[in-house]
């Protein structure tokens, strides 16, 4: 039967506006479309976020299963990818906050235990891996921060609200997170 | 380290205005090469991350290879049932069809015409009381090239028939709104011709 074989392939180049809008008409096909197309931005600012690639995983996870419940009631389908970021980032500094309730470990500062293969290696004296060896040294707030605006482009008030701080404290974090990464870079360099 | 030490602009400042390109101050960080540095850092940050981003979700994707599909089995996700329809049923039963199966079956019939691709469709009005009149209000993403008059009379012709068939809704109007007009890979395009 050609009609679902060419309606699966329609789905797959349809816009994210209008995956959204069946997606929260329930179709599953649709969501999945969607979930192929932005589940490794997803898995890749999770990992920023969290201290290990597990966690991240089950943030990614706890996102999905939110979106599918709620995303019947986003309003513009074409905002669906910053949608699904706000989702992963409010998941992440919710399991953030259970791990800190659960256990007395002092905050994490290194990275995602990922060991470097071949493409790693290949990039580890670009700029963008100077920045992620930055980017550990931070502390974990204003490592937070960073993340939540570079990657999941919030809004500084987005991020006050995520992270149930004042406008001004993240704009302050921001600020000294980057006059660090700048002059580490510049190091670097 | 004070970022506000010397011409007193602090990185903030100049975050906003790479971000913004606007400043009550333009015309000092125009001219102040502190300033200028400073923005040149900022510049190379922005960079680095865009770069940094790239290379995480290259691996993010590539990392144990499936695990989006893992994921997605986990989820179970449930199709959204919607309001209860009535169906006429013997005296001792009661027959009844969800909402979510009766859109999702406009959907499906929408969708095998060559050219549409069916968005959000909602059945407004009273569906759980049998016989209330009910207007079907269907968004459609449209390919180039189709003329969208003929593809509404055809939709709706489709919709109409089916929904007679498969419910007993007292359906009012089918409404179709082209929401988006999509060009597709060249490949699929010629499919699309040759299935019409």
């Known amino acids: 039967m050609t009609p679902s074989n060419s309606s699966a392939n329609r789905l797959a180049d349809a816009p994210d506006a209008v995956l959204a809008e069946r997606a929260g008409d329930g179709d599953v096909a649709a969501f999945e479309t969607l979930v192929r197309r932005h589940g490794p931005l997803m898995r890749a600012y999770s990992r920023r976020l969290m201290s290990s690639p597990a966690e991240a995983d089950d943030v990614v996870q706890e996102s999905l299963i939110t979106a599918w419940k709620e995303i019947g009631n986003l309003r513009d389908g074409t905002a669906v990818r910053s949608w699904l970021m706000r989702v992963v980032g409010h998941r992440a500094v919710d399991a953030g906050r259970r791990r800190k309730s659960h256990s007395n470990v002092a905050d994490q500062h290194e990275l995602p235990d ?19 060896r930055a980017l550990a040294k931070l502390p974990e707030e204003q490592r937070r921060c960073w993340v939540l605006k570079e990657y999941g482009g919030q809004s500084y008030d987005d991020i006050a609200q995520t992270l149930g701080i004042s406008t001004a404290s993240v704009r302050g974090r921001l600020a000294r997170a980057r006059t660090t990464l700048v002059t580490e870079l510049e190091e670097w360099r | ?35 200028q540095a400073r ?40 199709t959204r049932a919607g309001r209860s329809i009535p169906l006429t ?45 009910v207007d079907v209000n269907i968004n459609v993403s449209a390919l180039y090239g189709h003329p969208l008059p003929a593809l509404a009379e055809e939709l709706r012709q489709v919709v109409m028939a089916e929904l007679l068939v498969q419910t007993e809704l007292n359906v009012a109007t089918v409404n179709v709104a082209f929401t988006d007009m999509r060009e597709v890979a060249v490949e699929t395009d010629t499919a699309e011709r040759g299935e019409a």
């Open chain 2, 39 to 78: 923005l040149a850092g900022l510049r190379g940050l922005h960079a680095a991350a865009l770069e940094l981003l790239d290379d995480d979700v290259t691996s993010a994707a590539a990392d144990e290879p499936g695990w989006l599909d893992a994921m997605l089995a986990n989820l179970r996700l449930e």
């Open chain 2, 89 to 133: 049923g013997g005296p001792h039963e009661t027959l009844t069809e969800t909402e979510g199966s009766v859109i999702a079956l406009v959907r499906n019939v929408g969708d095998s015409l060559g050219g549409v691709l069916i968005g959000k469709c909602r059945l407004d009005g009273d569906v759980d009381v049998a016989g209330a009149p």
């Open chain 1, 114 to 132: 990922r060991a470097p293969g071949p493409e790693r290696a290949a990039v580890s004296g670009s700029a963008g891996q100077a920045l992620s």
């Open chain 2, 1 to 35: 380290m004070n970022p506000t030490r010397d011409c007193g602009r602090s990185i903030e400042d100049l975050s906003d205005y790479l971000e913004t390109g606007r400043s009550d101050d333009a015309l000092h960080i125009e001219y102040c090469p502190q300033c």
